[in-house]
């Protein structure tokens, strides 16, 4: 599953699941963007460890994924897309009489317009060059639901619907896009919310972790960076050649259920 000669955009990518990602595709051969909204000397600093450890370029460029042109410019800033992943994301809960408009509005542009945008600037490179691969980043609330998510829910259903439009509209061509479906993953912020939880229940590390966050998880374990980032390679390699508009869940055995 070698990506030499690729490159690879993946949004939102300076931690978490997008840094996995983008380490995974580095370590493949491709030569990757990576992204936020931020431009200080550390995002940068970040793609140069990346470059140096993977022996690929590796690029960070600035964007606001909330804005729609912000977007389309990180892919053409980029000057050629053969692989993207749309991982971009926020989160908020609260119940839907209380959920503030502007939250609302926020997690549905970066969460699922950002794709679109995206999306639509990269599929005219991937037909010139002959290949494409799109890969979405969605959630088990892509495929269930989840009280006080309304917004969240609502845009990560959108992401799998997108993502069948947009195999259909591709799938003549070389170009297949899918959307990986996780649970709950081990990154950095799912690590810092766990002292709270501990704090708000009344439990230890295990019990928090076993009892309340991985409550819907069977496997009564986190999903990992690396784990999605393996998948997403497995998505761009030749054996993916026929998995197109399709969903792979990344979870545990959540969507079992």
Request: charged residues 20%; aromatic residues 4%; glycine residues 8%.
């Amino acid at each position: 599953m070698q990506l030499s000669g690729k490159t690879a955009i993946v949004t939102g990518s300076n931690s978490g699941i997008g840094l996995g990602v983008a380490e995974a595709l580095a370590a493949a051969g491709a030569s990757v963007v990576i992204n936020s909204f931020t431009d200080r000397d550390e995002d940068h600093a970040l793609a140069a460890r990346l470059a140096d450890e993977h022996g690929v370029p590796v690029r960070y460029i600035a964007a606001d994924m909330s804005d729609g042109d912000d977007c389309r410019q990180l892919v053409a800033k980029a000057g050629r897309c053969d692989i993207l992943v749309n991982n971009a994301g926020i989160q908020h809960v609260a119940a839907i009489e209380e959920f503030p408009v502007d939250k609302w509005n926020a997690i549905l542009a970066i969460n699922l317009s950002s794709a679109f945008h995206t999306t639509a600037a990269a599929l005219p490179m991937m037909r010139a060059a002959g290949w494409g691969r799109v890969v979405n980043i969605a959630s088990a609330h892509g495929l269930t639901a989840s009280p006080y998510k309304s917004a969240y829910v609502a845009a990560k259903h959108g992401v799998v619907g997108l993502t069948k439009v947009t195999a259909l509209e591709t799938a003549r061509d070389p170009i297949t896009c899918n959307a990986i479906c996780p649970g709950y993953v081990l990154t950095p912020l799912v690590e810092s919310q766990i002292p709270d939880q501990m704090k708000k229940h009344g439990m230890d590390r295990e019990t928090v972790i076993r009892e309340v966050m991985l409550d819907r998880q069977p496997s009564g374990q986190f999903a990992t960076v690396e784990q999605i980032g393996g998948t997403t390679v497995f998505l761009c390699s030749d054996a993916a050649e026929q998995i197109t508009g399709t969903t792979i869940s990344v979870d545990g055995g959540w969507t079992a259920l």
